[in-house]
């Protein structure tokens, strides 16, 4: 059972996010700044699920928990990779709104594709840094024993308790990037959100409050939607007997997650609904 929740929640996740992808490439209504940045999104959701369900699969039906080194050090890189990715992601969408609420009239001038491309390059070089930087530092760690992964994939906290090296420095490293990378992006989404919330308060009318409110609540529930799942992970109880079910269930919380961005995106949107009609005409022409 738990095998085929995991399979049809993988194949959702990659489904939705490349039906999103492609959308987001081909149908020029989508060629806006909130796409493009969705468009990414959805690239590192594939990339994400990729990195973790295929082994979770391949552990609920041999068993077998055994994990080479090779393997876990690049499940490691691109964990952390996606991680980082995604919270720079979701900081440029919340600058991406703030421009179109706080500063409607010179949108167009601030966010051009000039700006985008940067944004979003950036937030790919800062998650590759770090987690080459993270990865490097957790492979020259040397272990005695065989390498087990208990949380369904190789999470970094197994790999520093099975370590019989000092990682003192490490553990100070990993604290660092979470305060850092984690938190930074998190005070910028919430000034941003601020910023919104007064422009929004000082409109007129309600339907353009409305209006406005409704631009960016999709982005809104993904930032929830992530934080909660970051949050939930790494505030659970560390008991070394955790039940089997309840590791599971944590882990269905990170997966679950790249299943939702797509369905938020598009179910709240009639321009994704009206792209995927275009796309099907294009396909389909009768
Ligand atoms: C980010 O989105 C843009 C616009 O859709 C696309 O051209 C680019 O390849 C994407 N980058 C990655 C790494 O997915």
Redesign the pocket.
């Known amino acids: 059972m738990i095998f085929i929740g995991v399979l049809l929640l993988y194949l959702l996740a990659v489904l939705g996010n490349m039906i999103i992808?492609i959308l987001?490439?081909t149908v020029s209504q989508l060629?806006t700044p909130m796409?493009?940045?969705l468009?990414?999104l959805?690239?590192?959701d594939i990339i994400y699920v990729s990195t973790i369900l295929p082994k979770l699969l391949a552990i609920t039906i041999t068993r077998d928990r055994s994990i080479f080194f090779s393997s876990c050090i690049t499940q490691l890189f691109l964990f952390a990779l996606c991680l980082v990715t995604e919270f720079f992601l979701l900081t440029s969408m919340a600058y991406d709104r703030y421009v179109a609420i706080c500063n409607a009239l010179r949108y167009s001038l601030i966010m051009n594709r000039m700006v985008?491309?940067l944004l979003?390059t950036i937030c790919?070089i800062v998650g590759t840094f770090n987690s080459l930087l993270f990865t490097l530092m957790m492979s020259k760690l040397s272990f005695s024993k065989e390498q087990e992964v208990s949380h369904f994939f190789c999470d970094p906290q197994t790999v520093l308790k099975n370590s019989c090296s000092d990682t003192t420095i490490i553990k100070t490293l990993v604290t660092m990037q979470g305060l850092f990378l984690g938190c930074c992006p998190f005070i910028l989404i919430l000034s941003s959100y601020m910023f919104i919330i007064f422009t929004i308060l000082k409109i007129q009318t309600s339907a353009g409050r409305l209006k406005a409110f409704s631009s960016c609540s999709s982005h809104l529930m993904v930032v929830f939607l992530f934080y909660g799942a970051s949050l939930g992970l790494n505030m659970k109880p560390k008991s070394e007997d955790q039940q089997e079910i309840e590791k599971v269930l944590s882990m269905l919380y990170i997966a679950v997650v790249p299943v939702l961005n797509p369905l938020v995106y598009s179910l709240r949107n009639r321009d994704v609904f009206r792209a995927m009609k275009t796309c099907f005409k294009h396909v389909f022409p009768f």
């Open positions: 992808t987001a490439c060629h796409y493009f940045f468009c990414n959805s690239v590192q985008c491309i979003a790919w």
